[in-house]
């Protein structure tokens, strides 16, 4: 600390214990404008933390910090949150907000002229056996997407991380600008696909594969599937391969010297050490799969039903809002827990790997 | 530790083994044996080769052309998990998630050994490097020594037909590196494997190794013992990059009947040669290589002749250097070199004093020219 100081003593002031009060009580401007008069050695002289209270290793981070907020010691302590206020607010009045009045929906008899007081009606028709059924098979068909996602996507990771060389930016932004297309765009490209009429049956007949057309290529779970993966496959990609990047490859080919094949290198080196990316995969595609409710509307005819399309119903055709609301939430409490249980999966099996 | 070369299969064999990256040959047809239980060092500046051709043999590199032999069997096309080699990695390549002695078992138990089986020898191996009261950490928690050693063990305990080491002692302070290379010495001597050892320090190299391949441009400029590469280089290369060498470009003159050869010095004067390489036979001129701590310093000019051969020069610098003291000098035709003396007093060497530069010819050797043809 003392050795950075000392150019900086001599152009502002003699004696640094003088030199720390009047950082103390200046203007953070003044200070700016000294610490323009003297040489970038002697920024970190502007804190007004004394330098015996210092670790040396906090002088780079601090003079930065020092720089941006230096001033009165509680300004400094609240200029932090001062600065991250603005993001608070917005995540409070247009997130935190919208669900309180959905929490408070979910509990008031409103629709078909109700009076607003409380009721648990709404619950209780949230969990009838229509919509526990279309429940269930919600987690089914994104359970399927979503490991159907981390199997493809764990060798596409993996070869753009560590084996395409100077193929892996451009296939990076291949991948982001696939997600830049509209989500509706996309589904109605799938219908033409996959329709009766669609280029898959038009294929497949000319080649004399089928003679007639394949009924169960739209409008099935199979249609959901297809299309949910290949729309959350950026959203599984990324984070597996950010996590990859972390690895460093003498380590893989350590594994490989030592005896371990493919398969093993990935179970045993690889898949521990992207235990991170593996649960934020899992979270960031199952969530938005299960809350998806243009893909089911487009391609899912009556059979691949899911959760959100039914709650889309409820709210813009039915006008049940509390239903709705009702539903909303416990789809939100069982993804908490979806999310709480890889969590501790990651854990249990010390898949946690912070290094 | 050398077995002589008839009576065993080598552990490892390299025959005319090159590597080419496009346009570029990073490894030229090069040759040669790795005895069992020899200390094998591959030693040369970066970009020499040394580095591709231990991957070459790991089986992370496939060669160009030429074949490579584990215990005499082919191995060049072999990938890295099916060779019994092993590579202790310059930067250790733990596996972070794992304790030291998952690290160590790794491979043991990829080789599918009982559970007892792996449990002794990753004891064993931990024992051996002194780090068997570390088993449960993981590599984070431990020093880089620390790392070295489990490094080490992960590799030993697989017993390998050759153990590769690629710079291990690199990244260590060098009081810990000179721990360290006893230490590994002692371990090779000890569990007998045959170790290929890869690094650009020359003391390194002839400090730990049996023998010492020197490689420079993809190719091995010479190979022989410590003691034959340090006292009778065939190569300027060797002379240049193996310890201190003054390099005194020469004319070479008679070349009589029993094999001695005298050249002409800078300035005129004659003097023989203690040895001298094929790289200069049949060549009008040539580098004479004498290494500093041979030419000692005198005020009178000494009596040439064949116990003795001298040239003027005047002190140019003396640099104190702790155990010794260099004094650098200029002779006759410009000509620079350097002496090295372990004597207290020093301080009657001023700089521009003129004296006598001397040494025993038995001492030097006469490698090529800097360019073949004209120094």
Redesign the interface.
């Known amino acids: 600390m003392d050795d950075p100081r000392k150019p900086g003593d001599s152009a502002a002031t003699a004696d640094p214990r003088e030199n720390h009060g009047a950082a103390a009580t200046a203007d953070p401007r003044e200070n700016a404008e000294l610490s323009a008069t003297v040489d970038a050695g002697a920024f970190a002289m502007l804190g007004p933390v004394h330098p015996d209270e210092r670790r040396p290793h906090d002088e780079i981070q601090e003079a930065v910090l020092d720089v941006s907020y230096a001033g009165r010691g509680n300004r400094r302590r609240w200029a932090p949150y001062v600065f991250i206020s603005t993001p608070v607010g917005v995540l409070l009045t247009f997130f935190a907000g919208p669900l309180a009045v959905l929490a408070v929906y979910s509990f008031q008899v409103r629709s078909r002229g109700g009076d607003g007081s409380f009721t648990l009606d709404n619950y209780r028709a949230a969990v009838q056996p229509n919509i526990l059924e279309v429940a269930g098979s919600t987690f089914v068909l994104a359970t399927i997407s979503m490991l159907i996602l981390l199997v493809l996507a764990y060798p596409l990771a993996y070869f753009i991380a560590l084996k395409v060389g100077r193929w892996e930016i451009p296939l990076l932004l291949a991948l982001a600008l696939s997600d830049e297309l509209n989500p509706l765009i996309r589904i109605f490209g799938w219908r033409t696909i996959l329709a009766r009429n669609g280029l898959v049956n038009t294929v497949l007949q000319n080649l004399g594969i089928t003679q007639a057309p394949l009924d169960w290529l739209l409008f099935t779970r199979f249609s959901v599937v297809l299309v949910l993966t290949a729309s959350w496959m950026p959203y599984a990609v990324i984070p597996l391969y950010a996590a990859m990047k972390t690895i460093?490859r003498?380590?893989l080919?350590?594994?490989?010297?030592?005896?371990?094949?493919w398969f093993?290198t990935f179970r045993?080196?690889i898949l521990?050490?992207t235990a991170t990316g593996f649960v934020a995969t899992m979270v960031i595609v199952f969530i938005p799969i299960v809350s998806d409710f243009a893909t089911p509307g487009l391609v899912g005819g009556t059979s691949g039903r899911m959760l959100a399309s039914v709650i889309e119903d409820l709210f813009t055709r039915r006008g049940e809002w509390g239903v709705g609301s009702a539903l909303t939430f416990l789809l939100l409490i069982v993804s908490g827990v979806v999310v709480y249980l890889s969590y501790r999966i990651a854990r249990i099996r010390?898949?946690d790997?912070s290094? | 530790m050398n077995q002589s070369p008839s009576e065993t299969t080598p552990a490892l064999e390299l025959v005319e083994l090159s590597k080419h990256f496009g346009n570029v040959v990073a490894v030229d047809r090069i040759s040669l044996r790795v005895e069992q239980g020899e200390f094998f060092s591959l030693l040369g500046p970066s970009g020499c080769g040394k580095s591709t051709t231990l991957r070459m043999i790991a089986g992370f590199e496939e060669p160009t052309s030429g074949r490579l032999l584990l215990d005499g069997q082919e191995g060049s096309r072999l990938p890295p998990f099916k060779r019994n080699t092993n590579l202790v990695f310059q930067s250790y390549a733990l596996f972070p998630h794992m304790t030291v002695r998952d690290n160590v078992a790794y491979g043991p138990r990829r080789a599918r050994l009982s559970r007892t089986e792996v449990a002794s020898r990753v004891e064993d191996a931990l024992r051996t490097v002194r780090m068997w009261e570390y088993a449960d950490r993981l590599p984070k928690a431990l020093s880089g020594g620390q790392r070295q050693r489990v490094a080490l063990a992960r590799g030993l305990v697989n017993h390998p037909a050759v153990l590769l080491l690629d710079e291990p002692l690199g990244a260590l302070d060098l009081k810990l590196r000179r721990e360290m290379q006893i230490e590994l010495k002692e371990i090779q001597r000890r569990v007998g494997i045959s170790f290929v050892y890869v690094t650009h320090d020359q003391e390194e190299a002839l400090t730990l190794s049996d023998r010492i391949a020197v490689m420079n441009g993809g190719r091995v400029e010479q190979l022989g013992t410590p003691e034959e590469i340090y006292n009778r280089p065939t190569t300027r290369f060797c002379a240049d990059f193996i310890g201190e060498a003054n390099l005194i470009e020469v004319r070479v003159g008679d070349r009589s009947g029993d094999g001695r050869v005298s050249v002409v010095l800078p300035g005129g004067g004659t003097a023989l040669v203690g040895s001298v390489s094929p790289s200069s036979a049949d060549s009008a001129t040539a580098t004479l290589v004498l290494r500093p701590s041979r030419v000692a310093l005198d005020d009178k000019e000494p009596p040439h002749g064949a116990e003795r051969a001298a040239i003027p020069v005047e002190v140019r610098r003396v640099i104190f250097q702790g155990s010794v003291v260099r004094v650098d000098l200029e002779g006759p035709e410009g000509v620079s070199l350097s002496a090295s003396t372990s004597e207290a007093d020093t301080s009657d060497l001023r700089v521009g004093r003129r004296m006598w530069a001397h040494w025993a010819p038995g001492e030097t050797h006469l490698v090529e020219p800097t360019k073949s043809g004209t120094p």
């Open positions: 460093d003498r380590v080919e350590a594994a490989s010297d030592l005896g371990a094949g093993t045993t080196v521990p050490l010390n898949l790997t290094t």
